[in-house]
C-alpha cells in the first residue's frame, strides 16, 4: 500500500514532527508498506517528494519551502497518488 506519510508545518513542533516522521515512516516500511514522503514546509507550502525524502532520510531536520503559496503547491499532493494518508 502506497501511504502517504504528511510531516512539517507551521508549528514550533516543526522539528519534533520531522524527527517523528522518520520513525513512523520506519515502521511504515517494516510493515510492508511504500511510504510517500508528503513534508509541509515552515511557511506552509508542500513541498516535491525529493525536498520531503532528504528530510525523511535525515538529510535535513527542517523541510524548506521554495517560496511558493500553500495554495499553489498542492499539486505535490495531488501528484502523490497515495492510497491512505498519515498525519
Same mark, same amino acid.
Given at each position: 500500500?502506497? =501511504? !502517504? @506519510?504528511?510531516? !512539517?508545518?507551521?508549528?514550533? *513542533?516543526?522539528? =519534533?514532527?520531522?524527527?517523528? #516522521?522518520?520513525?513512523?515512516? $520506519?515502521? @511504515?516500511?517494516?510493515?510492508?508498506?511504500?511510504?510517500?514522503?508528503?513534508?509541509?514546509?515552515?511557511?506552509?507550502?508542500?513541498?516535491?517528494? *525529493?525536498?520531503?525524502?532528504? #528530510?525523511?532520510? !535525515?538529510? $535535513?531536520?527542517?523541510? *524548506? !519551502?521554495?517560496?511558493?503559496?500553500?495554495? #499553489?503547491? @498542492?499539486?505535490? @499532493?495531488? #501528484?502523490?497518488?497515495? *492510497?491512505?494518508?498519515?498525519?
Amino acid at each position: 500500500m502506497r =501511504v !502517504g @506519510l504528511v510531516f !512539517g508545518g507551521r508549528s514550533t *513542533e516543526h522539528r =519534533v514532527s520531522v524527527v517523528s #516522521a522518520r520513525a513512523v515512516a $520506519a515502521a @511504515l516500511e517494516a510493515a510492508g508498506h511504500q511510504v510517500v514522503p508528503l513534508g509541509i514546509a515552515r511557511d506552509g507550502a508542500w513541498v516535491p517528494e *525529493e525536498s520531503a525524502a532528504r #528530510a525523511l532520510e !535525515g538529510a $535535513a531536520d527542517v523541510v *524548506e !519551502g521554495r517560496g511558493e503559496t500553500a495554495a #499553489a503547491s @498542492l499539486r505535490h @499532493l495531488i #501528484a502523490a497518488e497515495v *492510497e491512505v494518508v498519515f498525519p
